[in-house]
Each structure stands twice: as C-alpha cells, then as structure tokens.
C-alpha cells in the first residue's frame, strides 16, 4: 500500500543528471524527451519509486514499480487498465505512458492538496469523500474483482510457506472471520469499480473536487469495503463511519453499516499479513511490523468487542437485495 504526495525532495534540475532510476530507462519515455524542468522524489512509495517531473509540455508522475510487489497481489495490467477506467470518470489521474519491463506507469499530476487522516478526521471532508467514491464506482468494471477473504488466505499461505513473521494470537480468530464470510454471504452487494486501499493520502483535493489516487489492489468490489476501509485506513470514530456510510447511501442501513465496519475489521486483519510480507521482502527502509502490529492490535480489538456478534446478526437478518 502507498501514498504520493508533493512533499518529496527536489533531487534534479534543469541540466542536472536524472535520478538513476530515471536515467536507467533511456529515452524509452515520451517525457524524458522532452526538456525537462525540475525533477522531485515524492516521498510515501512503499511499493513504488515515485518521481514528479515537470517538463516543457506539463508535468507528470512516474511510478517504477519494485519487482517484490508481485507477492502483494499486485496485477500491474489490472492497475494499469483500471486506472485508465478511473481517469475516464474524472475523479483518477489520466495515464501518459506506461512501460511493461520494467513496470512503469506515468500519470498526469494532480495538484492539490494530499489528504491526511488528520483531515479525515476532522469531519468535514466527509460528504466529499462519499461524492468522490460514487464517482468512481460510476466507472466501467474494472479488470478484475478483489476479495479481502482470499487476498488475506493468499498472504497467510506465503507467510506460512516461506516463515515471515505471524502475530501471536494471528490464528486464532479463523473461526470469527469463517463466521464474517459466512454472513457476507447474505444479501451481497453489486460489485462495483473500488480502489481498496484508500488511506487519506491517496485522496487529493484539487480545489474542485477530490480525486482518488493509485489503483494497485483495484477491483471490482462491494461499496461497503470502500467505506469501510476508508474508515479503517484513517482511524475514524464510529460516527463518522455512520456519517460516511449515510452520505454514501443516502440513507441510514445498519445492515450496511455492520458490514461497511466488518470490512474494515477484515482489511485491517488482513492487511496485517501485508505487512509481514514487506518486512521481508522490501528494499526500503520502512518499519513495516510495526505498522502491522497497530492494525492487527485494532483488528483484535474488533473481534473481542461485545458489538462482534451483534454486527454479525444485524447482517444475517436483514431482508432484500442492496
């Protein structure tokens, strides 16, 4: 998972060398033809390199994917197709180029402000972030679906294949999410185009409107996990998950609710194995365990709250189709 903001060091200008891992791909991008004015490192990559580069003819994002990423479920066809279908929308950033060997994906750049989850939190954002959700689940389907339940049986088996590191108690709730899967099944949600992965900093406020940000575990998904994660990802209050789901669905559901907050339990246990993963296989300097021990002890957390149970009733006896 990862964020791209413009707070990145300036590390070239006009006349300089490029970046090694710019100048490494030649002339083979459009916009390293071009003159170029100012390159940046944006900082928050954690399963890219990113570069901001202003040219004579605008100024884009180069993302260069890490070749450990395909661990991560990361499709890099699907984020390249799905954020072409999110960019047709207006609410993603439009594709310039892109390359397959290595995986380079170039994008226009966005300007704005980089969200927080301290601007989250502050509510205000809300209703606009719920607008921008529904522009993006307007978009065509996206290239392939995405399912929190077989993303995180798809991460343990690598953990338990290769020995990466399992949080104590890890496993003993298989029961509480066979039980999570079990009532999802009850009145699905139509799948619609999600990002998945939605931290506060992959939403930028141009001034306009808010636009949504790197589409690696992009899919087709139901809204509720969006949401869900959404709240998840920012640390958000009970309220304002309600605040977000009514300004999503118009309406108050607590059917909905429960599972809008029973993703975000699923994403934070399973984004926890994600993490296991990167402390051991990524190249940067990141303390990847200790971000997954925060999200499994909120994971763990949920599960041992007196509302689990209800949450999962409220699921299994609500009636009709969403």
């Not at 390199?49 to 395909?70: A, E, M, W």
């Not at 607008?131 to 399912?147: D, G, I, K």
Request: proline content about 2%; aromatic content about 10%; some cysteine.
């Amino acid at each position: 998972m990862n964020s791209v903001d413009d707070q990145g060091q300036e590390v070239t200008a006009v006349g300089s060398e490029l970046p090694r891992e710019l100048a490494s791909l030649g002339d083979r991008l459009g916009i390293l033809r071009d003159k170029i004015l100012l390159v940046s490192r944006l900082s928050g990559g954690l399963t890219n390199t990113n570069f901001k580069i202003q040219t004579t003819n605008g100024c884009f994002v180069v993302r260069i994917s890490s070749p450990s990423s395909t661990l991560l479920a990361i499709d890099r066809d699907n984020e390249r197709y799905n954020t072409i279908a999110a960019a047709d929308t207006g609410v993603g950033a439009r594709v310039v180029e892109y390359l397959d060997d290595p995986n380079v994906l170039v994008v226009e750049y966005i300007d704005g402000k980089t969200l927080s989850a301290a601007d989250l939190s502050g509510g205000n954002l809300l209703g606009r972030i719920a607008r921008a959700c529904l522009r993006l689940h307007s978009a065509r389907p996206f290239a392939s679906n995405f399912n929190m339940f077989e993303i995180q049986r798809r991460y343990l088996d690598i953990v338990a294949a290769r020995g990466f590191y399992l949080p104590d108690q890890y496993l003993d709730f298989a029961d509480s999410v066979a039980d999570i899967e079990r009532v999802f099944e009850i009145n699905k949600e139509r799948l619609v185009p999600c990002n998945n992965d939605l931290l506060a900093e992959n939403f930028i406020d141009d001034g306009n409107q808010i636009r949504i940000i790197d589409y690696e575990y992009s899919g087709n998904n139901e809204p509720s996990f969006e949401i869900g994660n959404i709240w998840s990802e920012s640390n958000l209050s009970l309220a304002q998950l309600g605040e977000l789901c009514e300004a999503y669905y118009g309406r108050f559901d607590e059917a909905l609710l429960a599972r809008a907050r029973l993703w975000g339990l699923m994403s934070k246990y399973g984004w926890t194995l994600w993490a296991s993963i990167q402390a051991s296989v990524a190249e940067i300097e990141f303390d990847f365990l200790a971000w997954g021990a925060e999200k499994f002890d909120r994971a763990v957390a949920e599960f041992n709250s007196a509302d689990f149970s209800r949450l999962l009733a409220s699921i299994a006896d609500s009636t009709g189709n969403h």
